[in-house]
């Protein structure tokens, strides 16, 4: 199973990172490029551990949805989402915060496993790693450039 791992530095408080991370608008937002939109379970604020969000997308020109649970939460350090149902075989995608000087560690951790078998793990090394890769530093990019901007408002 691939693990794509990002650490993002951000200046901003934990308590701000942790819950943009946690937004289902944020996300949504973060993602514009796919047209993901939530569409059932928690469609909007804060997701809180034991909830759900069905997410509605287009990758590789395909709408597809994808199901994730918060399955851990400790805040404001880590919380751990899991595909309920989707397109992959399974992933986890746990997401930490570390208070640091200046402001916080984002550090992201997405496990998965491609579907169809061998023709999923060629896949993968074809293309969809690098795809999974580029989406998700967009995503954090997005967090840390939103909790950096609330930080200079405040």
């Not at 939530?38 to 604020?45: H, L, N, Q, Y």
């Not at 709408?63 to 397109?87: C, H, W």
Request: charged share 25%; proline share 3%; hydrophobic share 45%.
């Amino acid at each position: 199973m691939p693990i794509i791992r990002t650490e993002i530095p951000i200046n901003s408080t934990i308590e701000v990172c942790f819950d943009l991370a946690r937004s289902i608008d944020i996300h949504a937002l973060s993602t514009s490029q796919t047209k993901e939109r939530a569409i059932r379970g928690v469609t909007s604020g804060l997701i809180e551990l034991g909830q759900t969000v069905t997410w509605e997308a287009v990758h590789f020109g395909v709408k597809q949805r994808l199901t994730a649970k918060i399955t851990e939460m400790v805040r404001p350090n880590y919380f751990v989402d899991e595909m309920v149902s989707g397109a992959f075989k399974s992933f986890r995608h746990s997401h930490e915060f570390v208070a640091v000087e200046g402001g916080t560690l984002m550090i992201d951790a997405f496990d998965y496993m491609a579907p169809l078998g061998i023709v999923g793990k060629v896949a993968d090394v074809l293309f969809l790693e690098k795809y999974m890769r580029r989406f998700l530093f967009k995503r954090n990019w997005y967090i840390k450039q939103v909790a950096e901007e609330q930080k200079i408002r405040s």
